[in-house]
Structures are given as C-alpha cells and as structure tokens.
C-alpha cells in the first residue's frame, strides 16, 4: 500500500506542476492578445469620437442654414406689405416649402400667437400661445423647440421678425430628414456602414437614430452640440456607436506551441523527482493516524450562514428606505421652501378616495415629521355652504382638462375670527397632476381685502391697475438694462488713462446717467406706489434729480445751489416723500417772487431730544434757503397752499420741520428738515479686494456681456449664465464659485427662485439679487441686493461683502 501511495503522490505532483506550467503560458499569451486587442479598441473610440464630433458640426450649419432660410421665407413673404394677402403668403409658403423638403411645415405667427399664414391650410387662423416654446421665444430672437412624440416633425425653428415678442416670427417645422446627416457624415470620414448616430435632446428626448444602450459589444462617444453664438447652444447631445473587432486572438506558431510543451513536460517530471520526498511526511502521517474517517458536516455552520444572509438582507432594506426616507424629506424641504417664499399653501387631492392630504411648518418653518389627511368634505366645509357647488365645478373641469383652474372662495367667519363686515375670499388653483386625472394639485392663498372688490368694475380697475403695473415694470426694466451697460462701459473707460477733459465727458455721461435712473424710480414711484415712507434713500442723488426737475418745469430762471456732499448716510425717508416736499417748498418760493433756491445738508448726532418731539440718535440736518424778494416780480401769494403740505409729508416718515423765515417779509426764505439717518455703511470698494470666481446669471446678453467685463476689470473670475436652468447645468458641473449675481427678471425662472434651489444645494455661494429699486420682495432680503442700474463701484462695494472672510484678510 506503501508503495502504490507514493506512487499516486509523485504523479499528483507532476500533474500540479505541469498544470501550473501550462496556466501560466496560458496566462501570457491571452494578455497578449488583450494588450494588441486594447490597441484596436482605442482605433475604434476615435473613429466614434470622430464621428460624433462630424455630426455634431453637421447639426450646427444645418441649424445655422436654417436661419439664413428663415429669413429668406421672411423677404419672400413681407409680413408688412398690406398688399400681400395671408392666403397669399399661405400659397408663397406651399411653393417655398416644395423647394425645401427637409421641412415639414413652415409659418407666419403674429406676436399674439395667432397663425398668420401657413403651407398646412388648416393652420391659420389657430394659436400657438399656449405651447411651450412661445413662452420661451418671448425675450428671444432665435428659438429652437423640441416636440414628444412627433415623428413627422420633431422640432420646430422660431425666428422673430423685429424685437422679440413684439414683432412676427417664422416658425420652420422640420421633417424627419433634417438631422438624417449619417450617411453624409460617413461618406466624408470614410467611415463603415456599422457606425450610427443618435441625437438626444436636453431633456432626453430621442431626435434622430435608434436608441441605444452600453454594452454589446459597441463603442460609443458623445459630443454636445454647439449651435453658434446666433443661436446659442440647445443642449442636444450626439453619441457615435462604432461595433468593436469581433475576431478573437490568433493561434500562436508551431515553434511557440513546441517550447510550451516542453516547459510543460520539464515541469512534470520536476514534480515527479520532487514526489519522493513530499511522500515522507504523508506515509509517517499515515502510518500513525490509520482508520481516520471524514467528519460529519455541521448543521451549526449551516445555521450561521443563513443568518448571516438574513442580516445582510435586512440592512440592505433598511439603507434602502432610509435612503428613500431621506430623499422623502429634502422633497418636502423644497415644498416648504416654495410655500413660505410665494405665500401659496400645496395640496394635493386623490378625486376617488376624495382624500386631501398636506403638510404643514412648525413654529420655526420646519416641515412636520408626517403630512395631514382630511376628506374632501371636511376641506369644502371650510367655505361658505353657498360656494360648494362652485368648488365640485371647478374640481370637475380640473379632472378633464389641463391647465389651471382658478375660483375664488369665500372662507367661514368662525368665532372670533370672523369680522362683521368682511369677509375672508381665497383664491384656489387646481392642476391635473395625472393624465387620467387620478390626481390633482392644488395651490391656495388667501385674498387681502384690499385686493379689490369682486365687482365688475372692482375686477376692470384692478386689471388695469396689473396691466400699467406689468407695463411699467417691463419699460423700466428695459431701461434701467440699457442705463446698467451704459454705466458698466463708462465705469470701465473711467479706470482708462485718460485726459481731463476725457475725464470730464464721462462723469458727464454718468451723471445723465444716473439722472435717467431716477427718472425710472420716480416713474416706479407714481405707478406702484410706496407703502414703506421709512425706506432708504440717497439724499444726495434724490435732491441732485429733483432740482434738475425743478429747474426745468418750476423754478425756470432761478439760480439753484446744491451744497449736499455726495457720502452722507442714507436717510430713512422714501424717495417720493422728499421729491413733495422739495416741490412744495419750490412751489411756495416761486409763488413769493423770491430770489434762488439753495440746498445744504450735513451729518448730525442729537445726544439729547432735538426739540421736535424726535430722540436721540442719527440725523441729516437738511437746510433750505431763498434770497429776498425780487422787485418786479409778480407774487402770487394768495393762492399759495404749498407750504401747509410739507409738515403733513414730513410726519409721516418721522422727520422734524423748522420754519424759520417763510420769506413774505423782508428776509427771504430759511427752513431746516431733520432726517433719521441710517446706519453709515461703507460704499466705496476696498483699495484691495480678492479675486473672486463669479457666477453672472443674466437672460439680456449685451448687460450680461457688459457686466462680465466690469467684473473681469475689477479682478474677478467671471462664468456666464444666459438662465437659471443654464447655470443649474454649470453648478451641476462644479460648484467651485464665491459669489452668484443673478438678474432678477428672468423667463421661465426669476433669480429668486433660482437663488432659493442654490442656498438650498450650494449654501457656500453668495447670492446677489440685481433688481430695479423696490422690485424686489421681502423675501429676498436674506440675500444681498444690488440696485439696477449700478456701476463698477456698486458691485465692488457689494462684493466686499461677499468676500470669504480668510481672502479677505
């Protein structure tokens, strides 16, 4: 038995070692072949990479062709010539588009969205103001827009006639063929039939090619689509599929497999020799320990193993739904965000089960840990019994049709609540959260008696009230757009070596400026009106424009002084407030037939009561002065009331008026005005201020080029944004940024929604609010502000501010 086991454990040797040999040969000639099939792997993503970058170069001139033939569709049509009937201009765009087949459709819609003129004859006369991308095209004069599920024509190239959303545009729906660029684009690389293209939208949405997914055998390479500075980019993506090599690694030669037979051999019989003395050990082992039977298996360890599984299990389930959990609260983090930032209360109704289900804040604005459930019944009981009927209606029309659906109702007066009198009115605003109507949410905010009446001509008034106010405000955003480059360039030149008299132009030029831009809050003043008579202002500027108005329609040929220094504090006195005032006392020295009009002012601390019933603190003690009567001059005295006015004015910003002379004797006219003062703040930018990197979110390119350019003169590294969902794209990228300026007036997201995403996600960013004074809400308070139009030294002083604090020192 002896002999026979030594003999097994030789050849078990010689067969490990000779096994050993031949994997390891193995081992070397497939790395080899792996090495030379990385090689051709590598050939196979750039032909991909190339080809991607082909065709995306091939979707940009085709979308720049399709401008230049937007405007040429726009010569052929004249939508101005009155001569040129639209069933004409219908039939000139049947001709063109025969000319043009890689269009599906082609026509001419009014500002308002109606269809002009068409090659589809059943299209004139319908409305586009409703779809999505006339909402977009508002402030835009290119507009590329993608369509779900429409084969036949899957986008759309809007292009305005004049200034957007004011003038015609020419819509170009293209066909299946536009972005069928593959052939072409293989034909140019000589590329095989095997590489295909795919485009995808920036929503994900497939334009053009077969979907496809990784794996298989394929390389693959993606390229963005640039679509030029005319156009700016649409966010598609192009992905080139290239198959890889499907031939596998080559037999090696007859000497190879020669020299591997041999080492193979070698190391069997190295096993054998070596079989002698690994046996000693194994026959003592044997000879002592004969009669050795194999050990039963435990079912302990079978136990533990399963257990084991079952842990392993159920932690994966509980990270699993902590992590969904999670996910739960930061979507309920973002809903109260937007509740406390807009006012509006969420709701969301279940129209079978008549469920309605919220959730409300504590006492800190923290979400409750579990939302609130109540029937449809309970809800509607909140409101007058009278108004159910209106609610069922309008719940109703919710479930069949998109859109939003808005009632008014008016809420129970319960105990003390209630008001004789009055009554609570809420506005509710349902949408269809499911295309079946399954589900339906809700947006609801209380009406302020104050709002107007529900009266047809309450509604008309206030309806031309929103009407001038949306008006007012579009003017006086384009303007002070207009002023914010014009300041940004002259701030620019004015850091320039230039001559005095160079010099001299442009504080000229910014001092018009500026003019202009009082002019705008003065117009925000009489159409919005201020509710806050203890806003801040600027005296200096305020005084500076109202005596440029003064002189001009009121004081006519008077001399005018104005000794007011230019970095005095901010007074606590709105703008309208001192504009009155400033013109009743002109008015009074007109009517007098005095001489001059003078105007000084300086800093002031009462450290005791000043005698005009106001404590102690800050002050600008304003002083007012004429010079005598002008013999000659005509006195209309009589019919003088201005004077009475000004203390009426004064008391309501808390301000101290002193009559020392009212200049109807033979002194001339002195009075003194005492303003609460603010807390001096420091205006002027720092000698040294650190280099920030700079997120410039702006929708007008010129302002949004124009403050890029101040920011990079000031030092600072600058990333341009043209929206909200852009710079969401970049954060999304990185988030190495200091500081974010963005525009409040925005499409489709404002900078103060966009601001409220990015503290939420970002909170390291400084957010910038640039506004028209008073545009913006009380919300964004929590955020820095600046005032459009401002200059390179506005956002100097507010980025000092927004200075980490460690660069900063």
Known sequence: MLDSLRI????????????????????????TAVLGAGSAADAEQRTALAGARAFAEAVDAALHGSIGEARTAA??????DPSLTDAERSSLLQDWLALHPRYHDAALIGPDGIVRAAADRRRPGTSVARQAWFARARNAEVVVATHDGDEAAPLDIVLALGTPGRSDRIQLRAGPAFLDLGARVRQALALPDSVTFTVTGADGRLLAGMPWSPGGGLRAASVPVQGGRELGSPGWLVTATAPSASAGPGWPSGRLLALAM????????????????????????????????????????????LTEAVTGRSQSADTALALAGTGLD???????????????????????????VWS??????????????????????????????????????????????????????DGDEGTPGMERRVLV??????????????LSRVIEPGEGAETPAGLNERRRNTVLRRVTDGIVHDFNDVLTVVLANLGILRRQRLSPEQLRLVDTATTGALRGAAL???????????????????????????????QTNVLRDMPVINRIPGDLPKVLCAERILELVLLNIAFHVRDHGLHGFAVGAAEHRAEAETGFGLPPGPYLRLLIASGQRVPGRPVEASRSQALRTVPLLLAEAGAGWRLVTDGTGEDGFVAEIWLKAAEHRAEEAPLWQASLRILLVESDSLVRESVAEALADLGHHVVQAASGEHALELLGESAAYDAMVADQSMPVMTGLQLAATVVERYPDIRIILASPHGHLPATARQFLQLDKPFRPDDLAAVLSAATPVAEAA
């Open 360 to 413: 409300d804040s504590d006492s800190t604005g923290t979400a409750t840990a579990s939302d609130h459930a109540t029937a449809l019944s309970d809800l509607a009981a909140w409101f007058e019994p009278e108004d159910h009927a209106l609610l069922d209606l309008t719940l109703k029309a919710a479930r069949g049709a998109d859109g939003p659906h808005d009632v008014v109702l008016r809420a129970r007066a």
């Open 330 to 356: 930061r979507i309920k983090g973002r809903l109260q965000t937007f509740e406390a930032m807009s006012g509006w209360t969420c709701w969301e109704i279940d129209p079978v089960t008549r469920q309605v």
């Open 262 to 305: 041999a080492v193979v051999a070698g190391a069997a019989g190295l096993g054998y020799a070596l079989g002698g003395s690994a046996a000693q050990p194994l026959r003592r082992l044997a000879e002592g320990s004969a009669g050795l039977e194999e050990a039963a298996a435990s079912p302990v360890r079978e136990i533990a193993a």
């Open 75 to 80: 010569l052929l049509l004249r939508p101005r």
């Open 429 to 442: 605003r349902f949408l269809r959260g499911a295309a079946d109507g399954s589900r339906i949410h809700a």
């Open 520 to 550: 705008t809050r003065r117009m925000l003043s009489l159409v919005r009106g201020e509710g806050d008579a203890l806003a801040e202002s600027d005296l200096a500027s305020t005084v500076e424009a109202a005596l440029a108005f003064m």
């Open 8 to 31: 097994s454990l030789k050849v078990l040797n010689a067969a490990q070692l000779a096994a050993v040999a031949l994997a390891a040969l193995l081992l070397a000639w497939a790395g």
